[in-house]
């Protein structure tokens, strides 16, 4: 037996099909549309041109297609299923499926196309001369293949392979897995037997080997390297670690050959000391203990009690830290306050010409950044308070405020939320163009929508039904798509 339709899906039904007739309806009436080509009968189709940059924007549906041009870029998005964004000039192309479960990036001859980051198709040249193709489904199988046969590999996990630049390491081997393995890290090679219990290293002046957590110890003798761009050789300084019953006893010589060789002994829950010409530690109870810091490299002093939760340092940085209640610290142009956290927050980075201030309240709830040239006095400004708005300032004066914002606090400058998420719920829009004077809101995906560009202004309300436009020349009526008539335009007032 058929399932009886409930009156929310027979409406439901009924309004996608009067989206679709509108749209089909309105189509004739593109005629219509306005010598500049712009087109209004939001939320069923608007056809207009962009107010912060010079191109023409499409969007239908409501917040369900957009297509725009510029004269840099082209994109098309049924948000938020599918965006394609195409960037000629610099050859990049991409295409988003359900941001972020898939997607595919082109830039010139490099692509990749990943899937939730477990399936992942890349490839492009690996030098001047080499092509490679990458194949993933993470974390079972890597496959590289290349036009140099040396550089392919195959790496079937746990049973066996081979594979290059993953998983942070420059090269990884393994044989049924944890069983052995060997993995480098520049010139650093650990050999890990029933990993992690097993492990030997070696590497140049280095060897070492542990059986995790009992004991372990590794030695580095002092090495050099050339500085090609200061031309002269630099110290790469050795050092001697050990631990036993790790992490609870642990004991280390660095800077071993250098001016600065320092000695370290940590002994949890009860000690912990550092020793060298440019900095003395102790700690008694570490590390929720009482510590004291003597850096005489940076030149300042700490005293910590239960860190993070009372600390206070004098000299060349100056902190004063009650956790959660206040906290004030000042560093070499960095500035960080905080009462009562984490309902109030305040960061500054003051690097000439550069000025940014970030004022926060509740992490993401309200947050007011500030980044300013403080020789000519530009600056751009970001404000979200979530999820009501968005508002944003560029360094030439244009601004774009947007009402609601639930995703876009949290992924502040993600241009994939942007597009593909954001005209779901944009429900006020509203534009201007500083350089041109240029402006526009749009409320309800151009239910209503006011644009004003040079000399002349526009309002649309109910799908078109109802616009007036006005310029030098006069301003006019149309209603049902209708002229109405026309206003003559006012004469100026003599000087």
Not at 40 to 67: C, D, H, M, V, W
Not at 98 to 114: C, K, M
Not at 201 to 213: D, I, K, M, N
Not at 413 to 431: D, F, G, M
Request: include cysteine; charge should be positive; proline fraction near 6%.
């Amino acid at each position: 037996m058929k399932a009886q339709e409930t009156p929310t899906s027979i409406t439901l039904s009924l309004t996608w099909i009067a989206f679709l007739c509108a749209i089909f309806a309105l189509a004739p009436f593109s005629a219509l549309a306005d010598d500049d080509g712009e087109f209004i009968a939001g939320p069923a189709y608007s056809n207009f041109k962009l107010t912060l940059q010079s191109g023409q924007r499409q969007e239908a549906f409501g917040p369900f297609y957009n297509s725009q041009t510029t004269s840099a870029e082209q994109q098309l998005a049924f948000p938020p299923f599918f965006c394609h964004t195409l960037t000629s000039d610099v050859g990049w192309d991409e295409w988003e499926f359900l941001y972020p479960i898939a997607d595919y990036r082109r830039f010139g001859s490099e692509y990749r196309w990943q899937i939730i980051e477990f399936l992942s198709f890349s490839g492009g040249k690996s030098d001047l001369t080499n092509t490679a193709r990458m194949f993933t489904l993470f974390p079972f199988y890597f496959q590289r293949r290349a036009s140099d046969p040396s550089l392919n590999y195959t790496a079937l996990v746990p049973i066996y392979g081979h594979m290059e630049n993953r998983l942070f390491r420059d090269d990884i081997k393994f044989v049924l897995f944890p069983l052995y393995s060997e993995t480098r890290k520049k010139d650093v090679v650990t050999d890990n037997y029933l990993y992690p219990i097993f492990a030997r290293s070696r590497g140049e002046g280095l060897t070492g080997w542990e059986v995790w957590p009992l004991v372990g110890t590794e030695h580095k003798l002092p090495t050099t390297r050339t500085n090609y761009y200061a031309d002269r050789t630099e110290i790469i300084g050795g050092y001697d670690k050990y631990f036993v019953l790790f992490p609870f006893f642990l004991k280390a010589r660095a800077g071993i050959g250098t001016t600065n060789p320092a000695t370290s002994m940590t002994v949890i829950p009860f000690y912990n000391r550092l020793k060298s010409p440019a900095r003395d530690e102790i700690s008694y109870g570490w590390p929720l203990g009482y510590n004291i810091i003597d850096d005489r490299e940076q030149k300042f002093t700490e005293r910590d009690l239960f860190w993070p939760f009372i600390v206070r340092a004098r000299g060349s940085k100056t902190v004063t830290h009650y956790l959660p209640f206040y906290s004030h610290a000042v560093s070499d142009g960095l500035e960080s306050d905080f009462y009562a956290w984490p309902i109030y927050k305040f960061n500054r980075i003051h690097s000439p010409p550069l000025d940014r201030t970030r004022t926060r309240i509740f992490f993401f709830v309200y947050s007011d950044t500030v980044e300013k040239n403080i020789l000519n006095g530009d600056y751009k400004r970001r404000v979200d308070f979530w999820p009501f708005y968005t508002f944003h300032r560029d360094l030439d004066g244009s601004r774009r405020l947007q009402i609601l914002a639930p995703l876009e606090p949290f992924f502040p400058n993600n241009r994939s939320v942007t597009r593909e998420y954001s005209p779901l719920w944009s429900v006020w829009r509203a534009e201007r163009n500083a350089r041109t004077g240029d402006a526009s809101q749009s409320l309800f995906w151009n239910l209503y929508r006011h644009e004003k560009a040079g000399g002349a202004k526009k309002f649309s309300l109910l799908f078109g039904l109802f616009q007036y436009q006005s310029t030098v020349e006069g301003g006019s009526w149309r209603i049902f798509y209708c002229h109405i008539g026309r206003k003559p335009a006012q004469p100026r007032p003599k000087s």
